[in-house]
């Protein structure tokens, strides 16, 4: 696994993730409810259930006591438990940014950056993940007017860490589809020129997949937003679907709502361009200045 930033935080993120689910089998294996677990570390089944699913650290005494109330007495095996809580609780590098991010968006960078596949549908914006430096610049300072340009830089440095994840020894598949009508306002100038020569180089990696959503397909409509679904090379981890609102987000892991949105994303890919499609529309795009633009805002970049 890659050293560098990046592969610290796939690595931890697993860990704590892999520590939660053994406890919830413990916990299970011994009969015991959440609730009752929750009042045996002096919180309640919410903190549980965070715990169980690697979404915040582990205290050692919470973790001691669990054991303690699940049975396990074994020196030995109680010790190796402790460690890994220890080692959960290791910082990684987003923590250097958490004044920027809100707790779900560190939860979300944790789980991206551990992920072996990342299938997302982005009808307004391109993923984040795709985009190059002059455009992801222009679009942090659009969502973020009153940020100083300390903050646009820091911001962009976390995006651009993120990329990061794309060119590691262990890159996640990307399976990406764009709303069409999202690339009509990157046509007339320079910096967004760029940006379709990058979605292009991009596109033709052998673990990236992306296709385009003609605004034609009369479905799409009731597509309501964006959404990401998360896939893990760990068995014990569960898929998760990220759904990203205005000033917050969802992570869903029931099985039930994970199928809904595996089902939804695979009916768009069969709405969606081809990927060789997608590269032959992309490249007519450089061609053909005639191409509709409806938001010329993202071409005012100094």
């Not at 890659?2 to 931890?12: E, F, H, I, T």
């Not at 009969?31 to 570390?41: E, K």
């Not at 303690?68 to 940014?97: C, E, I, P, S």
């Not at 958490?98 to 560190?106: A, E, K, T």
Request: proline share 5%.
């Amino acid at each position: 696994m890659d050293g560098g930033p990046v592969g610290q935080s796939r690595g931890l993120t697993v860990l704590r993730t892999t520590l939660g689910t053994q406890l919830r089998r413990l916990r299970e294996a011994s009969g015991v409810t959440a609730a009752v677990a929750g009042h045996a570390i002096r919180a309640s089944h919410i903190k549980i259930s965070r715990m169980e699913r690697g979404r915040i650290g582990f205290n050692e005494r919470d973790v001691a006591d669990l054991l303690t109330l699940y049975g396990v007495t074994d020196q030995h095996q109680r010790a190796k438990f402790l460690a890994l809580a220890r080692q959960a609780n290791a910082t990684d590098w987003a923590h250097h940014y958490s004044d920027l991010l809100p707790s779900w968006g560190q939860t979300y960078l944790g789980l991206e950056q551990a992920s072996s596949v990342i299938r997302t549908y982005q009808p307004r914006l391109l993923p984040s993940l795709l985009q190059t430096e002059g455009f992801a610049r222009a679009i942090l300072r659009l969502l973020h007017p009153s940020a100083s340009a300390l903050d646009i830089e820091r911001r962009l440095a976390l995006q651009m860490t993120r990329q990061e994840i794309l060119t590691s020894p262990d890159a996640p598949r990307l399976w990406a589809v764009i709303d069409q009508a999202a690339l009509w306002r990157l046509v007339g100038c320079s910096t967004l020129q760029e940006q379709i020569k990058h979605l292009i180089t991009m596109a033709q990696l052998p673990h990236v997949r992306l296709q385009l959503l003609p605004v034609y397909s009369g479905e799409y409509v009731a597509i309501r937003g964006p959404f990401t679904i998360l896939r893990f090379a760990e068995p014990e981890l569960t898929d998760i679907v990220y759904l990203q609102q205005h000033t917050t987000a969802l992570c869903l892991d029931r099985d039930e709502d994970v199928q809904h949105y595996r089902e939804l994303m695979d009916h768009i890919c069969v709405l969606a361009k081809s990927p060789a499609d997608t590269i032959s529309y992309l490249g007519a795009i450089l061609a053909n200045s005639e191409v509709p633009i409806d938001q010329p805002w993202a071409c005012d970049i100094r």
